[in-house]
């Protein structure tokens, strides 16, 4: 299924790419400007603003909630019907612990708000909160594709793994431009537009 865009783009691969290109100039926007308020960040607002300019020259839904039901392979994202209600309670979540922080991330990612493009948000999300609370960000070329996939698969019933896991890649070089774009960088790598795509329910 090819998601409705502005752009009128039919083919699969063709719009990889664009969001690809565009996200990655949308996101170092991000990073050089300080877009994000310091109150924003690990709030759902904060989010909400990075997918807004990471998608809005191509999709209509940027930065809004989903309205409809998606899954991931065999894995149910939150229902629309208790989606604001998850995600509020999100936003109570404490952050000033790395444990704290990390199942903070994997409430968001069970959550999945948006219909497209959460995985990039969100990691653009989980490194600021990282490094306003403990002064680390983490470096995505150091995690292992297929080891990051189980361990999130796994990580609302158990989340052991993907802490080990993100603990081994975590670097202090929070103002280095290229760990930062990492994230981006890898965005199909995990995000997977063939097996491990989202469609909805």
Do not use: C
Request: hydrophobic letters at 40%; charged letters at 30%; a neutral charge.
């Amino acid at each position: 299924m090819i998601l409705k865009n502005k752009l009128g783009i039919t083919n699969s691969a063709e719009l990889a790419r664009v969001e690809e290109r565009i996200s990655k100039i949308k996101a170092l926007g991000i990073y050089e400007k300080y877009i994000i308020k310091e109150h924003e960040i690990g709030k759902f607002s904060g989010l909400a603003k990075i997918h807004k300019i990471l998608f809005e020259e191509i999709y209509d839904f940027a930065g809004e909630l989903r309205t409809v039901n998606i899954a991931k392979g065999n894995f149910r994202f939150a229902s629309v019907m208790y989606l604001e209600a998850a995600l509020k309670h999100i936003d109570d979540m404490p952050q000033s612990t790395y444990n704290e922080i990390i199942e903070k991330y994997v409430e968001m990612n069970v959550a999945h708000p948006f219909k497209e493009g959460n995985g990039r948000s969100t990691r653009i999300w989980l490194d600021l909160i990282l490094k306003k609370e403990l002064k680390v960000v983490i470096d995505w070329s150091k995690v292992d594709k297929e080891d990051y996939l189980l361990a999130m698969e796994r990580s609302p019933i158990k989340d052991v793994e993907i802490k080990v896991l993100i603990k081994g890649a975590l670097t202090d070089k929070i103002d280095d431009r290229e760990v930062y774009m990492k994230g981006i960088d890898v965005s199909y790598y995990y995000e997977g537009y063939n097996t491990f795509s989202t469609k909805e329910l």
